[in-house]
């Protein structure tokens, strides 16, 4: 089946610890997203890439750095310097631009 | 500030009966997406829309763009409990195919048994 997996489901770290989350898609697509979800909010956009070895800072950028070394892959690292990193995140990818994006199931990270 | 306004922010509705969700822009859209989410899961796709006065439905759920292309609907007849959850609309708001969609904060839907 394809689709997109996230892992872990549910993530502790201690303040001021580097984390990385995964996501990895088989749906053959082209773009993929991490976005942050925080209560009573939209979908904030982090990170976004366009195609293997190139990314884009979205709105929320600082504090998080991501790699898309392969085209099924495209990690987000939530480093320390993210002041307030306790939240859902969700990667999501698409044929290209313009069309419906498909999301993950979501990894949720709390900072102790 | 949200760019895209939903309304209501929730929603308790008794099994049966019929509800509508806004979504609002103060610009035109491009594109307009809808997706249900289960808390604490991903946002599944219910639809899109491109043109102004389009009108797309599936099972029980109706979405429509107005003619301006600056609000959208989404009803849905005869409620269930499986259509609890959070509804999110995403649009893009550029005329160029846009990586960056932009979001409202979406409406959280509750039957009542």
């Known amino acids: 089946d394809g689709g997109i997996t996230q892992s872990p489901k549910y993530l502790f770290r201690k303040e001021g610890q580097n984390v990385t989350l995964s996501c990895e898609q088989n749906?053959?697509?082209?773009?993929m997203y991490w976005y942050r979800q925080d209560p009573g909010q939209g979908l904030r956009l982090i990170y976004y890439?366009?195609?293997?070895?190139?990314?884009q800072k979205g709105d929320i950028a600082e504090g998080y750095s991501v790699s898309r070394e392969k085209k099924e892959s495209f990690p987000l690292t939530v480093t320390s310097a993210q002041k307030n990193p306790t939240a859902f995140y969700l990667c999501?990818?698409?044929?290209?631009?313009?069309?419906?994006?498909?999301f993950g199931p979501g990894t949720r990270l709390t900072v102790l | 500030s949200q760019e895209l306004e939903q309304s209501p922010q929730s929603l308790i509705v008794q099994e049966g009966k019929n509800l509508t969700i806004n979504c609002t822009s103060s610009?035109?859209?491009?594109?307009l997406y809808w997706y249900k989410q289960k808390y604490g899961e991903g946002l599944i796709f219910l639809m899109m829309?491109?043109?102004g006065g389009e009108e797309k439905s599936h099972e029980k759920i109706t979405a429509k763009l107005d003619e301006k292309k600056q609000q959208s609907s989404l009803h849905i007849t005869a409620s269930q409990p499986s259509h609890a959850g959070i509804y999110l609309c995403?649009?893009?708001?550029?005329?160029?195919?846009?990586?960056?969609?932009?979001w409202g904060a979406g409406t959280k839907l509750i039957i009542k048994p």
């Open positions: 610009k035109t859209l491009y594109g």
């Open positions: 999501a990818s698409s044929i290209f631009s313009g069309v419906e994006q498909f």
């Open positions: 995403g649009a893009d708001d550029t005329m160029d195919s846009n990586y960056q969609l932009i």
């Open positions: 890439s366009q195609i293997v070895n190139d990314f």
């Open positions: 829309l491109q043109k």
């Open positions: 749906l053959n697509h082209d773009a």
